[in-house]
C-alpha cells in the first residue's frame, strides 16, 4: 500500500523485511563477538480475528499471524550462560545463567528470555547448553499484537536448536504461555503463542483452546487485514484482564460447568431467572458463550471466503466485548465505526486484544484497503489528537528456523 506512511506504529527504523531482521539479528551478535551464527529462528506477532477472551474459557479462537516476527540469530557456548544483545533496545546486551535467577538489574526485555530458558531447562533437564543471541524484531511492541508471544518463541526455538532439542510446536507454545504464566507474572491464555507458533502463511488458525486442535483456515490474497491503533494506552489491562478471568471462572461455578465453554445461552438465562448469577457475571458469561458460537461459524464462513457473514459477526463481537464484556473505550468504538461503514457489508470491523484501547482489526475484499484506510487516517483522531496507526498484514510464517542471511 503505498500510500501510507511507512509505520506509523512501531519503532521509527523497524526493517520490513525478514532478511532485513537476519541482518539486524547477526549484526546483534556481532556485538558479543560472534562474527558466525549457527542459525536463525524467527517467530512472528498475531492478530485475532475472532474469539475473544474465549481462550481461557476452554473456548474457541480464529487469530492469524503477522508478517511481523522477531528473528533471533544464535551460537553455542560451551558453559550455561546466555549472553543477549537486543537490537531494538539500543543493543542492549544482558548476561544471564542457566543456573541462576534473573539478575534484579536486567532489562525488561530479558526476563522473557530467561523465563523461556528456565521452562525449557525443566522440561528437559541437563540437555540446555548456553548460548549467544542477537534479537532483532518489528512487532509493534505494547499495541495488543504479541510482540513477547513472539520473542518467547523465536527464543524457544534458538536453545532448542543450540541443544538439538526437539520439541513440537504445541508444546513449544505450552511451554511459552508457561514462561509468561510463572514467571513473568501474565495470566494470558494459549491463544497467542499457539498461533505463533503453529500458524502459517496465507492462513488463520482456528483453535479449540481446550484440545488444543487446530486447523488452518485459507485467507486468499483476495481478502484484506487492516490493524488500526486507537493510540490509546491500554493502561488497565493487567488488572481489568485477571479480573475478566475471575469473573468467567466465577461465572462457570455458578452455572455448574468446568469451564464456560460448556455453558449453553439457556443455562445462563435459567440461573440468571433463579438469581443465582449476579448480572456483571451474567453479562461476561453472555459474550463468552456468544463469541464461542460466533468463531465456529467464521471459521466455516471464512473457509468459503464469505465475507459477509463474517462482517456480521465481527460486528456482533464488538458489540458484545463493549456492552457485555466490557473492554472497549470509546476511542475504539469510533474506531471500529469508521472503518465499519468505510467497509460497508463485504467484512466487519472490531476491537482486538484484550480491550481497553489497542488495536482494531477489520478484514474486508483487499480492493477495498487503501479507501478504508484513507477513511481512518482523515476521519480518526484519538483523545489526545493522535492519528490511528496503520498497519496492511498478510499473515506470516509460523515460528521456526529461518533459513539465513541469504533468505
Ligand atoms: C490477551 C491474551 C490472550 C487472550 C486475549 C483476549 O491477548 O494474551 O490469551 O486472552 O487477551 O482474547
Known amino acids: ?21 537476519a541482518r539486524r539479528a547477526a549484526q ?27 481462550d481461557y474459557n476452554d473456548g474457541f479462537v480464529l487469530p492469524c499471524t503477522l508478517d511481523r516476527a522477531t528473528m533471533t540469530a544464535w551460537a553455542r557456548r560451551g558453559d550455561r550462560r546466555l549472553r543477549v544483545c537486543a537490537a531494538d533496545a539500543d543493543n542492549d546486551v544482558a548476561v544471564l545463567s542457566l543456573e541462576a535467577a534473573l539478575p534484579p538489574d536486567a532489562p525488561a ?11 525449557l531447562d525443566h522440561h528437559a533437564p541437563g540437555r540446555l547448553q548456553g548460548a549467544d543471541l542477537g534479537i532483532a524484531g518489528n512487532v509493534p511492541a505494547g499495541a495488543g499484537l504479541s510482540s513477547s508471544a513472539a520473542l518467547l518463541l523465536s527464543v524457544g526455538h534458538a536453545l532448542a536448536a543450540a541443544a538439538a532439542l526437539d520439541i513440537d510446536p504445541v508444546a513449544l507454545a505450552l511451554l511459552a504461555q508457561r514462561a509468561e504464566n510463572e514467571h513473568v507474572g501474565c495470566r494470558c491464555g494459549i491463544m497467542d503463542p499457539l498461533v505463533s507458533a503453529c500458524g502459517a502463511g496465507a492462513h488463520a488458525l482456528f483453535i479449540d483452546c481446550r484440545t488444543l486442535q487446530h486447523r488452518r483456515v485459507p485467507l486468499s490474497p483476495d481478502i484484506g487485514i487492516l ?38 445461552l439457556e443455562s445462563l438465562e435459567a440461573a440468571r431467572r433463579q438469581g443465582r448469577l449476579d448480572p456483571v457475571l451474567a453479562r461476561r458469561a453472555h459474550h463468552v458463550i456468544g463469541e464461542n458460537a460466533r468463531t465456529i461459524v467464521a471459521a466455516q464462513a471464512l473457509d468459503r471466503g464469505d465475507l459477509r457473514t463474517l462482517g456480521q459477526l465481527m460486528r456482533a463481537s464488538h458489540d458484545a466485548l463493549r456492552d457485555h464484556f466490557e473492554v472497549s473505550v470509546p ?4 474506531l471500529v465505526e469508521l ?5 460497508g457489508e463485504e467484512g466487519g470491523a472490531r476491537m482486538t486484544g484484550g480491550g481497553f484501547g489497542g488495536c482494531a482489526v477489520a478484514v474486508m475484499p483487499v480492493s477495498r484497503l487503501d479507501a478504508v484506510a484513507a477513511a481512518v487516517a482523515a476521519g480518526y483522531r484519538s483523545p489526545d489528537g493522535l492519528p490511528a496507526g496503520l498497519l496492511p498484514v498478510r499473515p506470516g510464517p509460523g515460528a521456526g528456523t529461518w533459513p539465513g542471511l541469504a533468505a
Not at 500500500?1 to 531482521?21: C, G, V
Not at 524467527?42 to 474469539?51: F, I
Not at 476511542?331 to 469510533?334: E, I, L, N, S, V
Not at 472503518?339 to 467497509?343: D, H, K, L, T
Open 1 to 21: 500500500m503505498t500510500s501510507l506512511p511507512a509505520d506509523p506504529f512501531a519503532r521509527a527504523d523497524a526493517p520490513d523485511s525478514m532478511a532485513e531482521l
Open 28 to 54: 546483534a551478535l556481532h556485538t558479543l563477538g560472534v562474527t558466525e551464527p549457527e542459525g536463525f529462528t524467527q517467530a512472528p506477532g498475531r492478530v485475532n480475528l475472532l474469539g475473544e477472551h474465549t
Open 109 to 119: 526485555w530479558a526476563r522473557y528470555v530467561h523465563a523461556m530458558a528456565t521452562v
Open 227 to 264: 490493524i488500526a491503533h486507537s493510540r490509546v494506552r491500554r493502561e488497565l489491562k493487567d488488572s481489568a484482564y485477571n479480573d475478566r478471568r475471575d469473573a468467567c471462572e466465577q461465572a462457570a461455578r455458578v452455572l455448574g460447568v468446568p469451564a464456560l465453554r460448556d455453558a449453553t
Open 331 to 334: 476511542a475504539m468504538d469510533r
Open 339 to 343: 472503518m465499519q461503514a468505510a467497509i
